[in-house]
Antibody, heavy 120, light 105 residues
Framework: QVQLVQSGAEVKKPGASVKVSCKASGYTFTGYYIHWVRQAPGQGLEWMGRINPNTGVTDYAQYFRGRVTMTRDTSISTVYMELSRLTSDDTAVYSC?????????????WGQGTLVTVSS | DIQMTQSPSTLSASVGDRVTVTCRASQSIRSWLAWYQQKPGTAPKLLIYKASSLEGGVPSRFSGSGSGTEFTLTINSLQPDDFATYYCQQYDSYATFGPGTRVEI
């Protein structure tokens, strides 16, 4: 079965960077886009961007451009999301999610989420 | 960027009710719209894609309609398990979520 397993919770200081991993299993890793979505406490969902694990090509939401980097390692079926210059507003649960396989940017399967807390 | 709005933000309903949630896009997104259900502390669950296509395993009491800029999610005969927050998402140009509609008792 499709599984996306993310790295554990992080606590970071303002100005630092965080890198969250998402390990995929149960399907052909290179066949499906991976999206990153975050949700601040008590708030809604925010799409951050996506990566094509086959080519490494990325698309980022305008709000995050210049601050987010998504990469992949096909040898271990893992995608990474790094967010830099963190502020308290970046405190949120960060989730990876798999697309449907046709390039569309909705998500059919989700990771368990990674809580990133930014605090001095 | 395409902006998404949802109404209402909160909806009070009873078991057995028919419920409708509206989602609007700031420009035409054709039929590239998905609906998700989210319960506290859990990942969103895909209900509908391409505005009206039901994801596998989703009960038939859920349905979606619309195209262009206005869309609706309808839940027929609301069940206790349906009390949750519902999000629309456009994927015509990258992706954007709506702010959510909480369906409460």
């Amino acid at each position: 079965q499709v599984q996306l397993v993310q790295s554990g919770a992080e606590v970071k200081k303002p100005g630092a960077s965080v890198k969250v991993s998402c390990k995929a299993s149960g399907y052909t890793f290179t066949g499906y886009y991976i999206h990153w979505v975050r949700q601040a406490p008590g708030q809604g969902l925010e799409w951050m961007g996506r990566i094509n694990p086959n080519t490494g090509v990325t698309d980022y939401a305008q709000y995050f451009r210049g601050r987010v980097t998504m990469t992949r390692d096909t040898s271990i079926s893992t995608v990474y999301m790094e967010l830099s210059r963190l502020t308290s507003d970046d405190t949120a649960v960060y989730s990876c999610a798999r697309g449907p396989g046709n390039g569309a940017s909705y998500s059919t399967h989700w990771g368990q989420g990674t809580l990133v807390t930014v605090s001095s | 960027d395409i902006q998404m709005t949802q109404s209402p933000s909160t909806l009070s309903a009873s078991v057995g009710d028919r419920v409708t949630v509206t989602c609007r896009a700031s420009q035409s997104i054709r039929s590239w719209l998905a609906w998700y259900q989210q319960k506290p502390g859990t990942a969103p669950k895909l209900l509908i894609y391409k505005a009206s296509s039901l994801e596998g395993g989703v009960p038939s009491r859920f349905s979606g309609s619309g195209s262009g800029t206005e869309f609706t999610l309808t839940i027929n005969s609301l069940q206790p398990d349906d009390f949750a927050t519902y999000y629309c998402q456009q994927y015509d140009s990258y992706a954007t979520f709506g702010p959510g509609t909480r369906v409460e008792i």
